[in-house]
């Protein structure tokens, strides 16, 4: 006997809501920890992007820190909220255990392997060609407190988006969306993927649209192969 969507949805806000607290919690223990690491591994984003930074505020080198060790600590927690997420899912749609677990390998890999795509290649990318409209009129002074919300969005944000083909398989092995749909959509999966390379890639150009939008519909295409391997229809 199948549960229905609204009682699903209950069952995944209960399961949700036992480690919600416990989860904050740890958030905020680790952002404690890593603000004690944010003046080192601040330096080390400026050396990665070569960018020279200042502040306008009193209270902007604090926050600048905070945001960073905030976003460190979501960046290290991702294997927990992950291990959340899926045995929160795994019951109102009777996934089993060998399915969540790995579910939750590939999550985390898909977003570390998407963070690290945006932090090596397209960051860096991104900053220069930005740059390069600066001039002996127009010089480019950096404030500390939207340095860190830019590379700290950005990494999050690709992580996130490269999640793609494990939810695609999550979507077709629960039955909420058939493999033949991914395949007959390509065309909206273009427009999709163009449209969201252009909002979160940091310069409109279209090399660096396509540094995100080349890999994001492999990563889609690699759904569809993943099911067809897997046998879901």
């Known amino acids: 006997m199948t ?5 699903r949805l209950a069952v995944i806000i209960k399961t949700l809501r036992r480690t919600l607290l416990r989860l904050i919690g740890l958030l905020v223990a680790t952002t404690g920890g890593c603000f004690l690491l944010t003046p080192r591994f601040l330096l080390v984003l400026q050396h990665h992007l070569h960018q020279g930074l200042s502040f306008f505020t009193v209270t902007e080198p604090f926050l600048a820190h905070v945001k960073l060790a905030l976003a460190m600590a979501a960046f290290l927690l991702v294997p927990f909220f992950t291990t959340w997420l899926w045995r929160a899912l795994a019951k109102p749609f009777k996934l089993p255990a060998t399915t969540v677990f790995w579910f939750i390998l590939f999550t985390c890999f898909l977003f570390y392997s998407g963070a ?6 397209t960051l860096p990318y991104g900053v220069d060609f930005l740059l390069e ?7 480019a002074v950096i404030s500390v407190d939207h340095f860190v919300t830019f590379v700290a969005l950005f ?5 996130l988006i490269f999640e793609l083909p ?5 979507l077709a092995k629960t039955g909420l969306c058939k493999r033949q749909a991914f395949e007959r959509s390509r065309r ?15 310069t409109p150009d ?21 099911m067809r391997l897997l046998k879901i229809t």
């Open 3 to 7: 549960t229905d969507p609204p009682n």
């Open 116 to 121: 690290a795509f945006c932090y090596f290649v």
């Open 133 to 139: 409209f600066q001039s002996t009129q127009l010089k």
């Open 155 to 159: 990494v999050l944000a690709f992580g």
């Open 166 to 170: 494990i939810f695609m398989v999550f």
């Open 188 to 202: 909206y999966a273009i427009l999709i993927i163009s449209i969201i390379a252009a909002l979160l890639t940091p």
């Open 206 to 226: 279209v090399f660096n649209m396509m540094l995100m939008g080349v890999p994001l519909y492999f990563l889609y295409e690699a759904g569809i192969i993943i």
